[in-house]
């Protein structure tokens, strides 16, 4: 303040008064720099003359009350020249349900200096919720004590209404879904599905080993996550998109075949390492990326030679884990056998009955129900639940258990409609 101060007594407090009050009822609108520049700039210009001098004046003259009002203003007059900005819960609940809690952990990941999303505070003399640090802007080293402090005190929060942004920050750092109390199972939901959508988008881009290993790891976050409790698996699959592309169908392979097998081997999920499971789940269809383009974007009924192209992706995926190293016998399973049917009517190889593997089943029903639910160009996305009957009634090609697990959680969730649990 002393600056302005100095300011205003050598060089005239109209100005300067003209100045400070144009940046205080501007600070927080949408013409601020250019109403603010302006005036500074007629403000110096008076003064100085049009030459060097002035624009220096200039500059420091912005540098100087911007920074300051900044740090000491901008907080106090935002509320009254913006009312929109204010936000008034009439109680704890109504504030929980618009804000959300920052915990220190979620503000150790963010960066330091420019925080990914809005930042508010509870204001107890304002009596209401206001905004502390703006997403992407830098903060100064005050402002960042101010910051870590409100958070120590658990006075930090997100507008639920930036949500999304605060989603795409957690899956990029996807371990602290499994410390943070305060996000509710279905936000954790659509964090996962974001995370596993980007590593599979970069991974089938490019399926090499350092991919690979960063998809791994998110997988076994997930897996992790369900086995803590098997019953987060039904709001995995309330994210479930109809969207067709390699990834998206990966992920909701991936959700529908460890809901199942959470619901139809509930006692045995505790001794099962499901992180194998998952990979084979998630990359069963790697073979497509190497079946040619053209092909695999064909509208319409595929030729004969087209049709022998595709069903060559087993093999040609098998060929790909061999040269990752991936020698599990689980994700093989799953690569190799989700088209081949109990009937002994699917492909590459026509395994049938008892020969057919679990992981193969169960990646097999996922990958139909993932076709199924998907928006195509050759057919529009079918109802989930109706599906789900469809592979049911198909017990001849599908898993009975299997089928029966699957719609009891799509209708009724992990507690199911009264179907005995598999032993
Ligand atoms: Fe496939
Ligand atoms: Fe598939």
């Not at 200039?58 to 907080?75: A, D, G, K, P």
């Not at 505070?121 to 992407?136: I, N, Q, T």
């Amino acid at each position: 303040m002393s600056a302005v101060k100095t300011f205003a007594n050598r060089y005239g407090p109209k100005f300067v008064l003209l100045t400070v009050t144009g940046r205080l009822f501007f600070s927080t609108c949408i013409l601020q720099h250019f109403l603010f520049d302006f005036l500074t700039s007629v403000a110096c210009r008076l003064l100085r003359g049009k030459g060097r001098a002035g624009r220096i004046c200039h500059v420091l003259f912005s540098r100087v009350l911007q920074q300051h009002l900044e740090n000491s203003y901008v907080t106090a007059w935002k509320p009254v020249f913006c009312p929109e900005e204010i936000v008034k819960p009439e109680d704890d609940v109504q504030l929980e349900e618009r804000f959300l809690q920052i915990s220190p952990n979620i503000l150790e990941s963010f960066p330091r200096f420019r925080p990914p999303v809005n930042l508010h505070v509870w204001d107890g003399e304002l009596g209401s919720v206001r905004l502390l640090a703006e997403a992407g802007k830098r903060l100064s080293e005050k402002r960042q004590e101010d910051v870590s402090s409100h958070c120590r005190a658990g006075n930090l929060y997100l507008d639920r209404r930036d949500y999304r942004e605060y989603a795409v920050h957690l899956s990029q750092n996807l371990g602290l879904v499994l410390v943070e109390q305060d996000l509710n199972q279905d936000e954790v939901a659509e964090i996962f599905y974001l995370a596993l959508h980007r590593m599979l988008s970069v991974f089938f881009e490019q399926p090499i080993a350092g991919r690979l290993r960063e998809l791994q790891r998110d997988l076994s976050i997930l897996c992790e996550y369900i086995w803590i409790d098997p019953g987060r698996t039904e709001f995995l699959l309330k994210t479930l998109d109809k969207h067709y592309d390699a990834a998206t169908h990966g992920v909701n392979c991936t959700f529908v075949g460890l809901g199942v097998f959470a619901m139809r081997f509930r006692t045995r999920l505790e001794r099962t390492n499901l992180n194998h499971l998952a990979l084979g789940l998630a990359v069963h269809d790697m073979g497509m990326s190497m079946v040619p383009g053209f092909i695999r974007d064909k509208e319409g009924i595929l030729l004969h030679k087209d049709k022998e192209s595709v069903r060559r992706h087993p093999d040609l995926a098998m060929g790909m884990l061999t040269r990752l190293k991936v020698t599990d016998r689980i994700v093989e399973q799953c690569v190799m056998e989700h088209h081949e049917r109990l009937d002994g009517s699917g492909y590459p190889k026509g395994v049938r009955g008892d020969a057919l593997s679990l992981p193969g089943r169960l990646c097999g029903l996922a990958d139909s129900f993932s076709a199924g639910i998907a928006e195509r160009p050759y057919h529009s996305a079918g109802d989930a639940l109706e599906i789900a009957r469809q592979l049911l009634q198909q017990d001849s090609r599908y898993d009975k258990g299997m089928a029966r697990a699957l719609l009891e959680l799509l209708k009724c969730g992990y507690a199911g409609c009264g179907v005995k649990p598999a032993t």
